[in-house]
């Protein structure tokens, strides 16, 4: 009884763990067990691994090269991406129309910028009279692809308290727009005015007029998000709250 019990601890040990080589000194009593993975395999087996041949290491040359093609290699960034907390900007020359832009970063180029058909002064009127809610919508059609994010639509009806305001179009952020938002680029909160720059073919419209603040964005669905401007003391609700909606 007590030898098979014995048997058994010991093939049960074999099976899971690695025996070690005894010292020296009691090699000459007893054989050593030891279970490697060599003994897996036949000597056949054995035989056609020597004759494989070792594969060439690369040359320390390769090795720079292909460290500096991907030292070049910079990741894209995803330009629709936003955050929960972004900062937006409401731009436009006292006679020209309002641009609106929102920036993860400011230092970066803006995610989301759009022209509005609503006049500076209108807007500003507006804004001077109380809250200002602004509702963005564009049409859901059908051979647009699913996957195109809300911020990434190109056509929206604009409406601003209620009344229609024409349309809003998606543009690309060019050397006039990169130039107003890097000079407000230091400024968190605040309103103010820019002098038209020279050479810019701008000064007929007047001077440029401003406001940046901090937006709290609110996802409901992917066919609408909501932009609530944070206001520093916290008192009240948001002073313009910007709405995109795809119906």
């Given amino acids: 009884m007590s030898n098979s019990l014995h048997d058994s601890s010991s093939s049960f040990s074999r099976r ?11 090699q000459h009593h007893q054989e050593p067990l030891s279970f490697t993975l060599s003994s897996r395999f036949s000597e056949e087996d054995k035989q056609d691994s020597l004759k494989k041949p070792e594969k ?24 629709s991406r936003l955050g ?26 803006p995610t989301f910028l759009i022209e509005l058909s609503t006049p500076t002064s209108v807007l500003v009127r507006e804004m001077a009279s109380g ?5 963005l919508e564009c049409e859901r059609k059908a051979e647009r692809k699913k996957n195109c994010k809300l911020v990434e639509e190109a056509l929206w009806r604009t409406y601003c308290n209620g009344k229609k305001c024409g349309y809003a179009s998606r543009r690309e952020c060019g050397a006039e727009e990169q130039r107003i938002l890097k000079a407000v680029e230091p400024i ?25 603040a901090r937006f709290e964005r609110v ?10 401007m944070m206001s520093p003391d916290c008192n009240g609700g948001p002073e313009l709250s910007i709405y995109l909606l795809r119906i």
């Fill in 188 to 212: 968190t909160m605040g309103a103010g005015v820019l002098p038209a720059a020279e050479g810019s073919g701008n000064g007929s419209e007047g001077e440029l007029m401003y406001m940046r």
């Fill in 84 to 109: 929960g907390r972004v900062v937006g900007t409401l731009f436009g020359y006292r006679r020209g129309h309002v641009y609106f832009a929102l920036q993860e970063d400011p230092k970066q180029n």
């Fill in 219 to 228: 996802i409901g669905s992917k066919d609408s998000e909501a932009f609530y």
């Fill in 16 to 26: 899971y763990f690695t025996w070690k080589n005894k010292p020296q000194e009691e």
């Fill in 131 to 135: 809250l200002v809610r602004i509702a």
């Fill in 56 to 79: 060439k290491k690369p040359s320390a040359s390769k090795l720079r090269t292909a460290l500096t093609v991907i030292g070049r290699i910079r990741p894209t960034t995803n330009r």
